[in-house]
């Protein structure tokens, strides 16, 4: 197998997202029923003695080959991935040549900013990978799905069980009608295991230092935050020189104050929702008071992400919010000095965040052996391998047999907490094709002190609305 990096950040980096989690379903997600589950992907892990090469391979009644892939021969599939999946990869990769020793890999990863601006041009080249991240909402994965770059696997969900292990809503979040123009709806292009919720990182020796206890209330968090300021400390520590890091931060002031189902409808863009309410005015004075107060790692838009983490580590501020992609480096960083809690519950009277399902993967169209693709994300997406991304630090998105332990514990009973209020407010910036860059620009411009909450939230509504009336 080849393994290719681009210009490597060595963090996941955050997203950004997508359209519909239906609650009860986002719960069966991470539980359900999987008594139909694949049965074709319990051998990718290394299950009965592959047939012999010179039987006809086994299809199914939609005509779609799910095993018996030793009658291709030699073949490579080309891989194109956000670099946070490099792990995942890893051991995906080994257990299915495992399987399949015909079957190597060619790996490219970039990191998430690099990713998000080559991606749709490697995808629609003459030479494009069989198999390739996208990203929810209008600005890729609208594009691939409007451009015929990638192909539908409705039939793939069928035949693996899919939408019985995660469930049709929560699987939303990848649907797209078949010209790109609207989200949540439609046939399925992509898919991922991996659940993604924002939340909370604390220094539990800074925290007991300056006489804090773990908060039961938005009010109690926000007293912590005066508490250690008082000591001397760095309250939240955060790098916004992406951009796109603040906007954790304000989507999990903003759940406090505005109900999840709110924000929710705002994001997919039902008609008449609007960001200029009383609930959301709150949510901005309270971000731009904490900025105001130094609760911010200062110069703030100045320090990436990678390094605010780094600094986190080597023990620079209290709290740290950001996404559950960073647990496994904060815990090999920190050890037992990190843990994670949910935002606690504030005005909006439930435990709210920012979550959804993870990147999602692209068959591409023109890839060669689509069946072999998808035969690959099925292991991925099976019961089985929910053990391996908990091995890694990443948080299955359906029942593992395994145990979750130490910080992944923590982040698995915040993920719990929200799911329990049903408060997953998901990604603003699937809103709209433009929304990431002015969410991204104008959060650096709302720290920067250069606009107010209110024209902060004025520019954002200017964009909803610009783009759903056309």
């Known amino acids: ?94 257990l299915f040549s495992q399987r399949y020793p015909n079957v190597s890999f060619n ?26 991240h996208g990203n929810q909402g209008y600005t890729i994965d609208g594009l691939l799905v409007s451009a015929g770059l990638i192909i539908p696997l409705d039939d793939y969900a069928e035949v693996y069980g899919w939408e019985e292990a995660f469930g049709s809503g929560t699987l939303d979040q ?19 295991a991996v659940a993604e919720f924002v939340g909370v990182y604390y220094n539990k020796e800074k925290l007991a230092a300056i006489g804090g206890e773990l908060p039961d209330t938005f009010e109690e968090f926000e007293a912590l935050l005066a508490l250690a300021a008082d000591a001397g400390e760095l309250p939240i520590q955060l790098g916004n020189g992406e951009g796109w890091p ?30 200029l309410t009383d609930t959301e005015r709150q949510a901005a004075n309270t971000f731009v008071a904490w900025k105001d107060a130094g609760y911010f790692t200062e110069g703030v838009n100045g320090v990436g992400w990678d390094d605010s983490v780094a600094q986190f580590i080597n023990g620079e501020g209290v709290f740290l919010i950001g996404g559950n992609w960073n647990t496994a480096v904060l815990e090999e960083g920190m050890g037992d000095n990190v843990g994670y809690f949910a935002m606690p519950v504030g005005p909006s ?10 990147l999602p993967w692209h068959i591409t169209a023109k890839a060669e052996h689509p069946d072999l693709a998808a035969a ?21 998105a359906r029942e593992s047999s395994v145990t979750p332990s130490g910080l992944l514990a923590d982040v698995a009973a915040g993920a719990a907490a929200v ?5 997953v407010t998901l990604y603003a910036d699937w809103t709209t094709d433009t929304m990431f860059n002015t969410l ?19 520019d954002v509504q200017a964009d909803w609305e610009a783009f759903f009336a056309g």
């Open 349 to 358: 009277g439930i435990v709210g965040g920012t979550a959804a399902l993870a």
């Open 107 to 132: 790996v490219t990863l970039r990191a998430f900013d690099d990713y998000m601006q080559i991606a749709p041009g490697i995808i629609q080249s003459d030479d494009p990978p069989d198999l390739a």
């Open 174 to 192: 990848y649907r797209f009608n078949d010209e790109g123009t609207d989200f949540g709806k439609g046939r399925l292009w992509g898919i991922s």
């Open 419 to 423: 799911i329990a209020d049903e408060g």
């Open 440 to 458: 991204t620009a104008k959060t650096q411009e709302l720290l920067g002190g250069q606009i107010t909450g209110e024209q902060f939230l004025e």
């Open 1 to 94: 197998m080849r393994w290719t990096t681009g210009k490597s950040k060595g963090l996941l980096i955050g997203r950004l997202l997508a359209v519909a989690l239906a609650f009860t379903l986002v719960a069966a997600a991470c539980g359900g029923d999987d008594s139909d589950d694949e049965p074709a992907v319990a051998d990718s892990t290394g299950g009965d003695t592959p047939a012999e090469t010179t039987a006809p391979p086994p299809t199914t009644s939609e005509g779609i080959q799910t095993d018996g892939f030793e009658s291709l021969g030699e073949v490579t599939l080309e891989v194109l991935a956000e670099s946070g999946d490099e792990a995942t990869l890893e051991r995906a990769t080994e």
């Open 246 to 275: 603040a906007l954790h931060v304000y989507g999990m002031v903003q759940a406090a104050y505005r109900p999840a189902s709110e924000i929710r409808d705002w994001v997919f863009g039902e008609p008449g929702s609007t960001v």
């Open 376 to 396: 690959f994300i099925a292991l991925m997406m099976s019961e089985d391998f929910a053990a391996e991304l908990a091995a890694v630090g990443r948080v299955p």
